[in-house]
């Protein structure tokens, strides 16, 4: 095991060449997603081969952030149908906890039972009606969440967060004929935040407002309102 490069190798020779094969096992994997989180990189990729260190999954599963994520946009209200999709991966079964946060800072709160190695979906629209939300995910193991809006013929998933951040950048921002742009921010917490929003467009100009966010709440902002017909990050 190489500690500088935090990789596990080994040599052999065949055919009288000597081959170096270098490859992922738990330890490494492990620095790997260290490396991952402190720099909040967006994750990282792999492939499952079926011959990998068993103990790579487990560096997964140790990671305790895996076990509460975080989702800002959510919306039952028409013509929006949301799914709240969570996995577990583990041999056990999961208890997790969904805190729904709406924009008046109320919540809902329900508990649901993730069966061993299956797939959850929980259809928003049936337990939160005509809302705007966002979601906080609580779970006893590992667990991963997506959530996923249909509109029409016309739909799009994501991944949750699992960590809160005091900054964000978003490099995608339009608001020209046939385009709207929302911001929407979450405040989980449960005292105030203020969050401060700078529009940077394409002739180097910025635009800044400045929000107060209630706590256990959604915030929305119609970027339209704030730069109209303009490409901004």
């Known amino acids: 095991y190489d500690e500088a490069q935090q990789a596990a190798s080994f040599t052999y020779t065949a ?11 738990g330890r490494s994997f492990s620095a790997t997603l260290s490396i991952a989180e402190k720099y ?3 994750g990282i990729g792999g492939w499952r081969l079926g011959h990998e260190d068993p103990a790579v999954w487990d560096a997964f599963h140790d990671r305790p952030q895996l076990k509460t994520w975080y989702l800002a946009e959510g919306s039952t209200g028409q013509p929006f149908h949301t799914w709240l999709l969570m996995m577990n991966p583990n041999s056990t079964a ?3 906890r969904v805190t729904f946060m709406k924009e008046d800072g109320s919540t809902v709160v329900k508990e649901y039972r993730l069966e061993p190695t299956s797939r959850f979906n929980l259809f928003v629209n049936q ?4 809302a705007a939300f966002s979601t906080k995910i609580e779970a006893d193991k590992t667990i991963y969440v997506e959530r996923a809006m249909y509109f029409g013929y016309d739909g799009h998933v994501s991944s949750a967060a699992t960590s809160l951040s005091p900054v964000w950048y978003l490099p995608e921002g339009y608001t020209d004929s046939g385009f709207h742009t929302w911001l929407l ?4 917490n449960d005292s105030p935040a203020t969050a401060k929003v700078k529009f940077m467009k394409e002739d180097g100009s910025v635009a800044e407002r400045t929000f107060s966010l209630r706590p256990t709440s959604r915030t929305n902002i119609f970027a339209n309102d704030i730069v109209p017909n303009a490409a901004f990050a």
């Not at 055919?15 to 096992?25: A, R, T």
């Not at 337990?127 to 005509?130: A, D, S, Y």
């Not at 921010?185 to 989980?188: E, G, I, S």
């Open 15 to 25: 055919d009288g060449q000597e081959h170096e094969v270098w490859f992922e096992n």
């Open 40 to 42: 909040g990189l967006g």
């Open 94 to 96: 999961v208890n997790a």
């Open 127 to 130: 337990v939160l009606p005509n």
């Open 185 to 188: 921010l979450f405040n989980p």
